[in-house]
């Protein structure tokens, strides 16, 4: 072909080429990768949300830990005797008692064991606020309430936590009427619950916003009704137990013995 022909042709503006190929998704493609997205999602969100309260649960434990070492070298300090559940009247303070404005338990008329031991766990506040809770403990028949700090993890009384009116500090407990301390319950955590009849203690039913600072056995006069303040299971139905040797686990309500009366070897939480 003669050379004005192919210029021509190259510069003919009729002459078409082939369309470029367009790759990309289609509409059903889109629909299929998000339901496999949704199906993934679904199947990894309940794993995390498992993984986060285990991670809970052990954080708990370990505050439960930092409390039992923190009573150790309260007893060493205080010549055998176990802190008090509350002293009243909170003034005058005693060495190393935070003021109102500091306390965990801004109680204007006594002061709670949390603030009493704080002092050995410096820098640690959170240690007395259990993990699973959400809000404040706001409501209490007994005065343990905050409008900032969860609170939560509780001491046992009667068994251990006493109530002192200065100076008649001759009633506290002292860790030598620990027949078995490593068999017997010191800390937990702690709520009202809502049907104290219930005689198995994993069904026990807290009651949001009335997380204490302590918890009822069954020898304290005031377990069944009138405060029924108990032991309560809210890592994985599990609760984080101190013991009085300092050692903790984690352990469903009823293998705590709370059903059983005082004496009986299945009762971990007397101090027999």
Same mark, same amino acid.
């Given at each position: 072909?003669?050379?004005?022909?192919?210029? /021509?042709?190259?510069?003919?503006?009729?002459?078409?080429?082939?369309?470029?190929? &367009?790759?990309?998704?289609?509409?059903? #493609?889109? =629909?299929?990768?998000?339901?496999?997205?949704?199906? %993934?999602?679904?199947? $990894?969100?309940?794993?995390?949300?498992?993984?986060?309260?285990?991670?809970?649960?052990?954080?708990?434990?370990?505050?439960?830990?930092?409390?039992?070492? /923190?009573?150790?070298?309260?007893?060493?300090?205080? *010549?055998?005797?176990?802190?008090? =559940? +509350?002293?009243?009247?909170?003034?005058?303070?005693?060495?190393? #008692?935070?003021?109102?404005? #500091?306390?965990?338990?801004?109680?204007? !008329?006594?002061? +709670?064991?949390?603030?009493? $031991?704080?002092?050995?766990?410096? !820098?640690?506040?959170?240690?007395?606020?259990?993990?699973?809770?959400?809000?404040?403990?706001?409501?209490? %028949?007994?005065?343990?309430?905050?409008?900032?700090?969860?609170? !939560?993890?509780?001491?046992?009384? /009667?068994?251990?936590?006493? @109530?002192?009116?200065?100076? @008649?500090?001759?009633?506290?407990?002292?860790? /030598?009427?620990?027949?078995?301390?490593?068999?017997?319950?010191?800390?937990?955590?702690?709520?009202?619950?809502?049907?104290?009849? #219930?005689?198995?203690?994993? &069904? +026990? %039913?807290?009651?949001?916003? +009335?997380?204490?600072?302590?918890?009822?056995?069954?020898?304290?006069?005031?377990?069944?009704?009138?405060?029924? @303040?108990? $032991?309560?299971?809210?890592?994985?139905? &599990?609760?984080?137990? !101190?013991?009085?040797?300092?050692?903790?686990?984690?352990? &469903?309500?009823? *293998?705590?013995?709370?059903?059983?009366?005082?004496?009986?070897?299945?009762?971990?939480?007397?101090?027999?």
């Amino acid at each position: 072909m003669p050379e004005s022909s192919l210029a /021509a042709n190259h510069c003919n503006p009729m002459t078409t080429r082939p369309a470029p190929s &367009r790759s990309g998704f289609t509409l059903i #493609e889109l =629909l299929v990768v998000i339901a496999i997205i949704a199906i %993934l999602a679904g199947m $990894l969100l309940p794993a995390l949300a498992k993984a986060k309260a285990k991670g809970k649960a052990i954080q708990c434990l370990n505050n439960n830990r930092q409390i039992c070492i /923190a009573q150790k070298l309260y007893l060493d300090d205080a *010549d055998g005797r176990f802190v008090f =559940l +509350w002293r009243n009247p909170r003034n005058p303070a005693e060495a190393g #008692e935070p003021t109102l404005g #500091e306390s965990l338990v801004a109680n204007t !008329g006594v002061i +709670w064991w949390p603030d009493k $031991l704080s002092r050995y766990i410096p !820098g640690n506040p959170q240690s007395f606020n259990c993990t699973a809770l959400t809000q404040p403990a706001l409501q209490s %028949l007994g005065g343990s309430t905050s409008t900032t700090n969860f609170l !939560g993890v509780a001491m046992n009384h /009667a068994e251990f936590g006493v @109530t002192v009116t200065v100076p @008649t500090l001759m009633r506290s407990i002292r860790e /030598a009427d620990v027949a078995k301390p490593a068999a017997s319950i010191y800390l937990s955590d702690s709520s009202r619950i809502s049907n104290p009849t #219930e005689p198995n203690p994993d &069904r +026990w %039913l807290e009651m949001l916003g +009335w997380a204490s600072v302590y918890f009822r056995a069954p020898s304290d006069s005031s377990y069944a009704s009138i405060d029924p @303040t108990r $032991l309560v299971g809210r890592h994985n139905q &599990r609760a984080p137990c !101190g013991f009085v040797d300092g050692h903790v686990e984690a352990m &469903r309500p009823s *293998d705590t013995g709370m059903q059983y009366p005082a004496g009986d070897p299945r009762a971990l939480w007397d101090k027999l």
